[in-house]
């Protein structure tokens, strides 16, 4: 079976930084562990990230609703240490894919950057299974696998809870799961 494993924004200012979600450090530190234990399930790991310009709408100073975060180039964009040398020494390709480069436009999941989708969506045609977690679980993630369901059907998703660190303490993502019945 072809699985890819999709991180969707493991970054710094969700954990740390300007826009910190609880329990977010130590589920990727949990993260970094299941891809070591699970050498060589996945042919391609896939990151995806805020990379957001300094004036970027979603921010308060802009009229957004959130603090700045994930600006291009700063520590608070940076994928967290927990994974970086899971995703490096264990078997397979690691691919990273930018979202909200675009400081007109909001981008909670990957598929709505337009090269991001184009290149995620070729990869994930070569897939049976796509395990999707990173944070937060009850935005990014959720808009993530909404439209990856949208585009390739429900069949090809697997949801990894665990390792799904939410603003909402994981309600929203847990009852689109119940009712995916997966």
Partial sequence: M????LIVDPQIDFISG???VGGADDAM??????????DGDYML?????????????SFKAQGGPWP???????????????????????????CVLRKGDNEAQEEYSIFKNSYSKIMLSQMIKEMDQIDVCGIAG??????TLKDGIELFGKEKFNVLTEYCPSLDGG???????????K
Avoid: R
Wanted: with cysteine; aromatic share 6%.
């Fill in 18 to 20: 300007s826009l910190p």
């Fill in 138 to 143: 009850d935005i990014c993630v959720l808009n």
């Fill in 45 to 57: 790991k896939v990151v995806t990230t805020d990379w957001h310009p300094y004036h970027h709408c």
């Fill in 2 to 5: 072809k699985k890819l494993l």
């Fill in 68 to 94: 700045m975060h994930c600006v291009q180039n700063t520590v608070g964009a940076a994928i967290s240490e927990h994974l970086v040398a899971s995703l490096n020494e264990t078997k397979g390709e690691v």
């Fill in 29 to 38: 530190k949990k993260l970094g562990e299941y891809i070591k234990q699970h």
């Fill in 171 to 181: 309600e929203a993502l847990a009852k689109f799961v119940k009712e995916l019945g």
